[in-house]
């Protein structure tokens, strides 16, 4: 994915932070990600031989409502999205350019994802309703 490669680039080649904060920024970006790293892993144990790469659903697939899916709808997502935001924190500015078009493209993603997921599942409007935070659990 383009976006996330961005953020990787532009992390690396902008700008530091200002000296004052960047050892503390450091510190709440490898924090930040290694909680992204936990939740996309949570989500995709969860999802086991469902997993997939494409937003539509495999045949066969089982909708998955328990573990981190009884949190945030799209876990993976949240997971790479946090990651991301630790990395422009532990990085650079600029890198936050690039992640503003992936949460973008994973907003974009996830809503086409979710239309064949209520196509699939007639049980998946009232997991909506329930499980209101979108990519991670109890934020957002």
């Known amino acids: 994915m383009a976006a996330l490669a961005g953020v990787a680039i532009l992390g690396l080649i902008g700008p530091g932070w200002p ?4 050892a503390a920024l450091r510190v709440l970006g490898l924090a930040l990600v290694i909680s ?16 997939t790469a494409y937003p539509r659903p495999s045949e066969g697939a089982a909708m998955r409502q328990h573990g981190v899916y009884a949190h945030a709808r799209h876990p ?3 997971g790479v999205l946090v990651i991301g935001a630790g990395w422009c924190l532990a990085s650079s500015w600029w890198a936050a350019v690039a992640w503003a078009c ?3 493209i994973l ?7 979710e239309a064949w997921l209520v196509q699939r599942y007639a049980g998946y409007p009232s997991y909506r309703a329930t499980v209101r935070r979108r990519f991670v659990p109890y934020v957002f």
């Open 102 to 104: 992936l949460l973008v």
């Open 19 to 22: 000296a004052a904060a960047i």
């Open 107 to 113: 907003l974009a993603k996830s809503e086409r994802e």
């Open 76 to 78: 993976i997502y949240g």
């Open 36 to 51: 992204g790293a936990a939740l996309g892993v949570l989500g995709a144990r969860a999802l086991g031989p469902s997993l």
